[in-house]
């Protein structure tokens, strides 16, 4: 069985700090997404990773793609109340289907 | 920009009751996925479609089935609602090709049974 696994499962911060979420896997992802949910609504796409070793940035946030494309991590610099949700990780393998993570729920505090 | 639609924010059914989940999107995307999402469990896929009138189960499809008989339309049948399935249904499609498969998510239905 494939399985993503986030952590942490909870986080809750001050505004202006910094942290950083990981998502781990024994399997190959031909491609990993970030995603965020706020409550009440469905995710909503924030990035997608192909290359093993990518950066990609979104204003504060960084996300990383593992060389061997198992894992990824999600870097918030300066978090902001804003960015309260959940953080959801997903990974695929070519197929139609697509493994989720079970999320880190960020609490900002202004 | 993707749009996503589904019929029912909220949903309070009787065990034993039909009930009917509706999904459309606007991108004719090929895709379409039925998830459910419980605390803790993540989001568990229990039916896609890739194609008009094709299905295949997920990973937890009991006491579940789908129609899609339009492209941009994907429903989800309970047969006979069970209160184990209170959860947070999220519909999703994507689009059929190169090396991602990013989804679009609808708001989400929170099905209560009661």
């Known amino acids: 069985t494939q399985l993503l696994e986030q952590s942490p499962q909870f986080l809750s911060i001050q505004e202006g700090e910094n942290l950083t979420v990981y998502c781990n896997s024994s399997s190959v992802f031909s491609s990993l997404q970030w995603y965020r949910q706020e409550p009440g609504e469905g995710p909503v796409l924030l990035v997608t990773v192909v290359t093993g070793g990518e950066v990609k940035k979104l204003k504060r946030l960084t996300f990383q793609f593992g060389d061997a494309r198992k894992d990824s991590s999600l870097h918030i610099t300066a978090a902001q109340p804003g960015d309260t949700g959940l953080y959801l990780c997903a990974g695929n393998t070519g197929g139609f289907k697509t493994i989720f993570g079970a999320g880190t729920r960020l609490f900002v505090k202004a | 920009d993707v749009k996503v639609t589904q019929s029912s924010r909220y949903l309070v059914k009787r065990t034993g009751e039909k009930v009917f989940l509706e999904c459309v999107q606007d991108?004719?995307?090929?895709?379409m996925f039925w998830y459910r999402q419980d605390p803790g469990l993540g989001l568990r896929l229990i039916y896609f479609s890739y194609d008009v009138k094709m299905k295949e189960k997920g990973d937890i499809p009991e006491g579940y089935s789908v129609s899609r008989e339009k492209k941009e339309r994907f429903s989800l049948i309970l047969e006979s609602a069970s209160t184990n399935q209170t959860s947070m249904y999220l519909c999703?499609?994507?689009?059929?090709?190169?090396?991602?498969?990013?989804?679009?998510f609808g708001p989400g239905t929170r099905l209560t049974v009661t």
């Open positions: 999703a499609s994507s689009f059929m090709g190169g090396p991602s498969y990013e989804q679009y």
């Open positions: 991108m004719d995307h090929e895709n």
